[in-house]
């Protein structure tokens, strides 16, 4: 018989890793070298953030809005996780939208191709 999952208040610390790919960060194909592409990734997002350092993520801290931003590479699959905690559910919203497009900006600029969420 199926149970209901538990509510989650440490989401920064418990990752559910059913059906993440639906759930945050940036895909990108599924190829032998996904994790050189993800260690490409976090070294070109250093230059455009201020970040503090984490064992192979990053974690940018934002004054405006106020709030942090974990970019970590997924260890199963082929895309980066981004995951934000503002002050507020409209701040960290905006968070984790400028923490993805920033992910798509350094890989264009690295001519690494996104791929749809399956």
Known sequence: ?????RTKTDHLIH???VDSKSKA???MGE???FQDKQRQILEG???????VPLE???MAIS???A???VIAPNPTLPGLIVLADGGSPAASAHLQTNGEDLVRQVMSGLGIAEEAAA
Not at 45 to 51: G, I
């Open 67 to 69: 709030g942090i931003t």
């Open 31 to 33: 190829r032998a070298s």
């Open 56 to 58: 192979g993520a990053i």
């Open 45 to 51: 997002l250093k230059d455009a953030l201020n970040w």
């Open 1 to 5: 018989m199926p149970t209901p999952r």
């Open 25 to 27: 960060g940036v895909w």
């Open 15 to 17: 990752a559910d890793v």
């Open 63 to 65: 004054t405006n809005p």
